[in-house]
């Protein structure tokens, strides 16, 4: 455990950060998820509307620094990718 008072400020605002970091990770994976169940059920309009919901928290994240600009980037390319390929 870290004695200087900096460093016991810093270490609460690292863990704050951590646990927000995972929950928008978190929100990522979920609607993901969403976006390739409605693509294997087949209905192209609801697999539209979450590509979108995707694409929206992936920018968000990439704009807060979450994920790096660039992986966002590649996931957003392969998801509208696959939709396309469904279409």
Same mark, same amino acid.
């Given at each position: 455990?870290?004695?200087?008072?900096?460093?016991?400020? &810093?270490?609460?605002?690292?863990?704050?950060?951590?646990?927000?970091? #995972?929950?928008?990770?978190? *929100?990522? %994976?979920?609607?993901?998820?969403?976006?390739?169940?409605?693509?294997?059920?087949?209905?192209?309009?609801?697999?539209?509307?979450?590509? &979108?919901?995707?694409?929206?928290?992936?920018?968000?994240?990439?704009? #807060?620094?979450?994920?790096? *600009?660039? %992986?966002?980037?590649?996931?957003?390319?392969?998801?509208?990718?696959?939709?396309?390929?469904?279409?």
């Amino acid at each position: 455990m870290a004695n200087i008072k900096s460093q016991i400020k &810093r270490n609460r605002q690292n863990e704050a950060r951590r646990l927000r970091n #995972k929950a928008a990770r978190s *929100r990522l %994976k979920t609607l993901t998820r969403r976006f390739e169940t409605s693509l294997s059920s087949g209905d192209g309009d609801a697999a539209a509307d979450a590509y &979108r919901d995707v694409t929206q928290a992936l920018d968000k994240a990439a704009a #807060k620094g979450v994920v790096h *600009r660039n %992986k966002a980037s590649n996931q957003k390319s392969r998801l509208a990718k696959r939709l396309r390929s469904a279409g």
